[in-house]
């Protein structure tokens, strides 16, 4: 009886959102087969796969206003790939011009750049706008997208590529608006700030610092690096790519060759993430006789020894972090930040440190991207809601109950071990399938079952239980210690098989 009495009000309330919808829906100043939210590498490989699909009915919208995702966000000093560029490259658009074989922050820029202009991209950007409301109407089978210059599109399938890491994350220290001087974020960098001889302070040691205080040490009066949990750190294995070397990358099968060698040999370091393995043992050994080698002082060192296993936070490759470490103008700082003043940083010892520049280089909150991301599909079903307890999605593309969205670089797709576009193209690839599937079968939409995702998440869950990634905080964790949402634990092969060969029976057309 109650039963009856809720579905009766339930159902008003739905028709009562399925009319407000209706009405939105009316109200729309544009329609597009795709609206993609996201300029960085994922949205342009969207794009790209559009374009050469025939498919020109697209918008990409982007907050920034330029090109380049993450590569726009983060243009702090030192800013660099970490996986060999031959790897950093779409396999259709291999790239003989990368002057270093970790390219840096403005040539992978050019490199989107050149993409976006060899495959008719800039027609399509929607620049420094942002989506304010996204929401599945149903009896459309359609999109309802609300941007913040107030204008309404509607688009039958919707690609959500904002990646993980977009969102910078400040670090909760009491005081931290109190500080006089300047204070920056890693990911939103201000180049007008001057740095020459001036006192800085580095909050955090992960992969974004490791490029930073290398990058900055030499021009500072004093450099403060804060380090809560000292890091793995490799060697980094970086050339300079020669006239030559160049003249060779252009051939085609010499070309292939490099990225094949490279993909191989990453895979290959995958296996240092698994206990016993020998790629682990060699792993340790270069990091312990890296860390010898370049710190000689027995007191440092030993305050750069990580407390956790190798590989549970995303190793650092770098030459020059531990020497920059070991400058005199540097001081490594592991007691805890207990305040900040107007003047500086205050530690658990009650010291203060006075400084004129506060960088933070606190990483990215991938824990709430979800809030961000005002998504409504079915019955109303929110995604903020679906993700309360941490993002989940079909092989990080589709989530149940969210029809004819695709995520690129969604949960549990980042990996620590080879270079994201492996996983960004079969993504593509598998998107694009399925709006042609949508298309080919007369449907208005398309989306996973509940049940297949579910029971992808649980088998994914189970075996990063017992992986190295469960032994220490980080961002690939929802909070420090909850579900690792943001790792992909396999091989790329693995991956791009699953997606690949997606027997169709798991998604469900309507
Ligand atoms: P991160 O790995 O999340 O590191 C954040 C750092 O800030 C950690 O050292 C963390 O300490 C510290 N921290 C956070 N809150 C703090 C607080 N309240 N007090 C003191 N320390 C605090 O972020 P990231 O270095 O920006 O790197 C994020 C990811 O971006 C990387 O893992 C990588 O995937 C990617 N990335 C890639 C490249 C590249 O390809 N070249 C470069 C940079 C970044 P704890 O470790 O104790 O939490």
């Known amino acids: 009886m109650h039963g009856g009495v809720g579905g009766d009000s339930d159902e008003a309330a739905r028709a009562k959102a399925a009319a407000a919808v209706a009405a939105r829906a009316e109200a729309a100043d544009r329609t597009h087969e795709v609206v993609i939210l996201g300029a960085g590498m994922s949205g342009l490989c969207m794009a790209i796969a559009l374009r050469r699909a025939g498919i020109d009915d697209f918008v990409v919208i982007e907050k920034s206003p330029g090109l380049g995702g993450t590569w726009w966000d983060n243009r702090y000093p030192g800013a660099q790939v970490d996986v060999p560029a031959p790897l950093y490259s779409f396999s259709f658009e291999p790239n003989p011009r990368w002057r270093q074989r970790f390219a840096a922050a403005p040539e992978i820029q050019a490199y989107m750049a050149h993409c976006a202009r060899k495959y008719g991209i800039g027609p399509h950007l929607r620049l420094g706008r942002r989506i304010t409301e996204a929401t599945f109407d149903e009896a459309g089978g359609r999109w309802l997208i609300d941007c913040d210059d107030g204008q309404r599109l509607r688009a039958r399938h919707f690609v959500c590529s904002t990646g993980p890491l977009s969102q910078p994350r400040w670090p909760e220290i009491p005081g931290l608006q109190?500080?006089?001087g300047p204070r920056l974020h890693t990911a939103r960098w201000d180049?007008?700030?001057?740095?020459?001889?001036?006192?800085?302070a580095v909050i955090g040691t992960g992969s974004t610092a490791a490029q930073l205080v290398p990058a900055i040490a030499p021009q500072l009066a004093h450099l403060g690096v804060y380090q809560r949990t000292a890091n793995w750190v490799l060697p980094r294995l970086d050339r300079r790519y020669r006239a030559a070397d160049r003249a060779l990358a252009r051939l085609p099968p010499y070309a292939a060759a490099v990225r094949a060698f490279w993909y191989h040999a990453l895979e290959w370091g995958r296996r240092g993430f698994d206990e016993g393995r020998l790629a682990r043992r060699g792993m340790l050994a270069t990091a312990a006789a890296h860390l010898e080698r370049q710190v000689p002082d027995p007191v440092l060192r030993e305050r750069l020894r990580?407390?956790?296993a190798l590989g549970c936070k995303r190793l650092i490759y770098s030459n020059d972090?531990?020497?920059?470490?070991?400058?005199?103008?540097?001081?490594?700082?592991?007691?805890?930040?207990?305040?900040v003043t107007p003047r500086g940083l205050v530690t658990a010892d009650g010291r203060e440190r006075p400084y004129d520049v506060l960088v933070c280089a606190?990483?990215?909150?991938?824990a709430h991207l979800a809030q961000a991301?005002?998504?409504t599909g079915?019955?109303?079903?929110?995604?903020a809601n679906a993700w309360r307890d941490g993002a989940q999605a079909w092989h990080g593309t589709m989530v149940a109950g969210f029809p004819n969205l695709y995520f690129l670089l969604g949960p549990n797709t980042a990996t620590g071990h080879t270079s994201t576009l492996l996983y960004i193209e079969p993504e593509v690839r598998f998107a694009l399938r399925a709006m042609q599937r949508v298309q080919r079968e007369g449907r208005r939409w398309i989306e996973v079952r509940d049940a297949a995702m579910r029971e992808h998440n649980q088998a994914l869950q189970a075996r990063l239980a017992g992986s190295v990634w469960a032994g220490c905080r980080s961002w690939y964790r929802q909070g420090d210690d909850g579900r690792i949402?943001?790792?992909?634990?396999?091989?790329?092969?693995?991956?791009?098989?699953?997606?690949?060969r997606a027997d169709g029976a798991l998604f469900e057309l309507g």
């Open 191 to 200: 180049a007008g700030v001057p740095l020459q001889g001036r006192r800085v």
């Open 306 to 308: 990580p407390p956790h």
């Open 321 to 339: 972090y531990y020497p920059a470490l070991a400058r005199p103008q540097t001081e490594l700082v592991t007691e805890a930040i207990e305040r």
């Open 178 to 180: 109190a500080f006089d």
């Open 373 to 375: 991301l005002p998504v």
């Open 378 to 383: 079915r019955g109303g079903r929110r995604l």
């Open 485 to 500: 949402v943001a790792l992909w634990p396999g091989f790329t092969g693995e991956y791009v098989r699953a997606l690949e």
């Open 362 to 366: 606190t990483g990215f909150d991938v």
